[in-house]
């Protein structure tokens, strides 16, 4: 998917020089954009800019704006798991929807913090249909109720639910709006300021 997003102009001693606006939020913001959908190539660029920012400066705050409609469920874990394991605070910042994967990953910040008209959508582990013989038939399913046992367990972890009452609020696509992920445990406050 192709985002348009304008350069900036900067000025110096040595003269004019242009450079994209993601690169400067990037290197004087320490923010992250992690927008559309969750695949490899965007959880592998991810990855990267969290690695890079962690060696920058280890102990300094990462902030992630999250629009994510979700993704690949292996995808997101890839990065959830780098997310727990720099050492840097995250904070995470829901504009717009984090659905899915999406609100996986924003319920896994340090900080969660969500813009006024915001939501969040959690859900089970989805299937595009399970094809082939009885057996493969039987482990794909095994494996999708092992992915909800995991997916479930991290909601638990990062929202104080327990596993249980996960379970029971995505049996169905369950949205919340601002107000309601943090009384969820969702997200922590509103903000009306970035």
Known sequence: MYLMTPNIIKESSEGTTY????DELFNTRRSIEVVG?????SVYSLILQLRYLY????????TMY?????GSVSDGLA?????????CPIRTV????????GALLFAAGDKRDMLPHAAVMIHDPLTMGIKGDALSVEEASRRLMRTREITASILAKHTGHTVEEV???????????????????LA?????RI
């Open 19 to 22: 450079c994209h606006i993601l």
């Open 37 to 41: 959908e969750i695949t490899r190539e």
């Open 55 to 62: 060696s920058a400066d280890p102990g300094k705050e990462i």
């Open 66 to 70: 999250i629009n994510s409609p979700g």
């Open 79 to 87: 990065l959830y798991d780098v997310m727990a394991a720099v050492s």
């Open 94 to 101: 829901c504009v717009g929807m984090a659905a899915s994967m």
């Open 167 to 185: 379970y029971e609020k995505t049996k169905t696509d369950s949205y919340f709006g601002a107000e309601e992920a943090v009384a969820w445990r």
């Open 188 to 192: 922590d406050r509103i903000i009306a």
